[in-house]
């Protein structure tokens, strides 16, 4: 049946990573052979002469369109399956879907052809903690379930693996909800700020992107909500389904999990129809951070919801380290300790990374212009406990200059060394500047593109300049 749908119909593939490299191959294992890639690296690097060959070998039709004009007369297709980077309202592919072409995408495919439940996970930051602490949570109550996301496999990978009783989780960018027309069967929605206006237009457009998570559900599914914040309260609404559950670190909530305070210390408590359950004391929460509290919330529902029991949550949840580059311990030394929070790329990540401090900070900021707004984070640097800043990107001086119009900035000194245009530079500044008991803390508040791969690779190189100094 999946053969009939591709055999002899013109497709292209726009963007040819990683992800699309399998989609490729799985395209024709399932009949496609009629495939452009399209690619505006006109070298496209990924491939050299060989490797061409192995691809020409395996399929009859075979073409190529690279450069700058790679969207160009999109309307030759029949169908179109877009990378993430690229926005399914490009005028071009806008365009092509006017003339009758189909706009698909890998995540799009899957939703379509998915047996499995999909437990989704969205949210401008901590879709990626949530969602590896639902598969972790579910994978030790021997269910069998697959995850995918940008940490984990492409979707595709597993697909033709699947069947009606197991699960997949999934962490969903706006990219990849924009043109969604299935929803989740668990969709969790964490807490949703401004980001990625270099992409959407406007902050709507990215909210509207982020609501087909929960907009095309049954009235059979769940959803997930942060009820600490009026945006992600108003997708409860959005949703068709009634079985709505709540999370937040704030108040308790009818149904969900919530964190019970008494005067510092916390419990987290899972609230069922039934029955609360107490999963763990927050002093034994190895994750630092409060809004880590709101991802673990948000998990402990997702996972009962999906067969989990209590014993097993709070054993996998007192256990939970975290993930790589998301508030990350990387070692202490002469008392000094350094944490690598290089997925920090819009403000609010940095407000919340320093809020994870009581501790004097040594703040490594700055990074490529996602033309983000920092007022709130430059109010809050000067109501912390940052007492050194370190310039380590472009961004970091217009953070600094908001910073110097703060009327707070005049009762608190905070130090502001030179720009350091690599990480080795920074990350020496920073043992300079540090004392016993110190935290440097590398939360960005940008993009990593002006000097990096990547925010990995940004981290990557902190960690290196740090297990230097150690050595």
Known sequence: MIKSNFKDKKIAILGYGVENQFLFNWLIKHGANIITICDKNSKLEVLNSKQIQSLKSKIQNLEFRLGKDYLKNLEDFDIIFRTPGIPYLNPEIQKAKKKGVKISSQIKLFFKLCPAKIIGVTGTKGKGTTASLIFEILKKENTKVYFGGNIGNAPIEFLDQLDKKDLVVLELSSFQLQDLDKSPYIAVVLDIKSDHLDYHKNQKEYEDAKANIVKHQTKKDFTVINLDYLTSFKFAVTSPTKNDYYFSRRKSVDLGCYIKWDNNLGKVILRTANK??????????????????????????????????????????????????????????????????????????????????????????????KNADYNKLAKKIVQSSVKTIIPIGKTALRIIKKMQQSDNLVSKKINITKNCPTMQEAVAMAKNHSVSGDVVLLSPASASFDHYKNYKDRGNQFKSAVADLKS
């Open 276 to 369: 609360d359950y107490e999963i763990i004391d927050t002093k034994n929460i190895i994750l630092r951070g409060k809004h880590n509290l709101e991802n673990i919330a948000a998990a402990v529902t997702a996972s009962y919801l999906a067969g989990a029991t209590a014993k097993v949550i709070s054993s996998v949840v007192g256990k939970f380290k975290g993930l790589e580059h998301r508030l990350e311990f990387v070692s202490e030394i002469k008392k000094v300790k350094y944490y690598n929070d290089s997925f920090s790329t819009t403000p609010d990540t940095a407000i919340a990374a320093i809020n994870s401090f009581q501790e004097p900070i040594i703040l490594l900021l700055g990074g490529s212009e």
